[in-house]
């Protein structure tokens, strides 16, 4: 309380104290939206976290292992877990000000040379193509999850497919990611800030 001037007892959560601390100590005044249909937009691309189905059971054959088996396909098994996700994202540059419908046409190109650390933003919505041949290559971790009901569901799940994304809301820094690795561009719309 003394260094930030917060009572932790208003906050629900943690991050939201840290929102505010993080306002507080920048000084940085975030512009409200006015523009209704723009807000829809970009909740359109709040899609929250990532979970997945693990194999519960697998048997290496490590060749550092006592129990190494020469004959078989070597095989090893690692557990990966990716920490501080929420603080990595709020360490990046963040729109804040000056959103505005755009009517520049931003070729893939363009888009490809932005820099992360732009003074101009943009959020797109985009159709994007998954080829085929990429298939194999992203099953495991699919780029672009969408929320949507899985099959027998009712209720939507962040899920990752390797299906064409239509009307698919994105930040330009994932899109330039998205399309490195691959994806196809097929049309797009944008706010930019």
Same mark, same amino acid.
């Given at each position: 309380?003394?260094?930030?001037?917060?009572?932790?007892?208003?906050?629900?959560?943690?991050?939201?104290?840290?929102?505010?601390?993080?306002?507080?100590?920048?000084?940085?005044?975030?512009?409200?939206?006015?523009?209704?249909?723009?807000?829809?937009?970009?909740?359109?691309?709040?899609?929250?976290?990532?979970?997945?189905?693990?194999?519960?059971?697998?048997?290496?054959? @490590?060749?550092?292992?006592?129990?190494?088996?020469?004959?078989? &396909?070597? /095989?090893?098994?690692?557990? =990966?877990?990716?920490? !501080? *996700?929420?603080?990595?994202?709020?360490?990046?540059?963040?729109?804040?000000?000056?959103?505005?419908?755009?009517?520049?046409?931003?070729?893939?190109?363009?888009?490809?040379?932005?820099?992360?650390?732009?003074?101009?933003?943009?959020?797109?919505?985009?159709?994007?193509?998954?080829?085929?041949?990429?298939?194999?290559?992203?099953?495991?971790?699919?780029?672009?999850?969408?929320?949507?009901?899985?099959? @027998?569901?009712?209720?939507?799940?962040?899920?990752?497919?390797? &299906?064409? /994304?239509?009307?698919?809301? =994105?930040?330009?820094? !994932? *899109?330039?990611?998205?399309?490195?690795?691959?994806?196809?561009?097929?049309?797009?719309?944008?706010?930019?800030?």
């Amino acid at each position: 309380m003394q260094t930030y001037k917060l009572d932790p007892c208003w906050y629900f959560t943690t991050p939201a104290l840290s929102w505010d601390a993080m306002l507080l100590h920048t000084k940085v005044a975030i512009e409200l939206f006015t523009d209704y249909d723009m807000l829809l937009f970009i909740e359109k691309g709040v899609r929250g976290g990532i979970s997945q189905c693990c194999n519960r059971y697998a048997i290496a054959n @490590n060749r550092y292992m006592s129990n190494f088996n020469p004959d078989d &396909e070597i /095989k090893y098994l690692m557990y =990966l877990d990716a920490n !501080n *996700l929420y603080g990595y994202a709020m360490s990046k540059y963040l729109p804040l000000k000056d959103f505005v419908w755009s009517d520049n046409d931003l070729t893939e190109q363009d888009i490809l040379n932005l820099s992360d650390e732009s003074d101009v933003g943009y959020i797109l919505e985009v159709d994007l193509e998954y080829p085929s041949d990429l298939h194999d290559k992203h099953s495991d971790f699919p780029l672009a999850p969408e929320n949507k009901p899985p099959p @027998n569901c009712k209720e939507p799940r962040l899920l990752t497919t390797l &299906e064409p /994304k239509t009307k698919y809301v =994105l930040h330009y820094s !994932n *899109l330039k990611l998205y399309l490195k690795l691959g994806l196809v561009l097929k049309k797009k719309k944008f706010i930019a800030f």
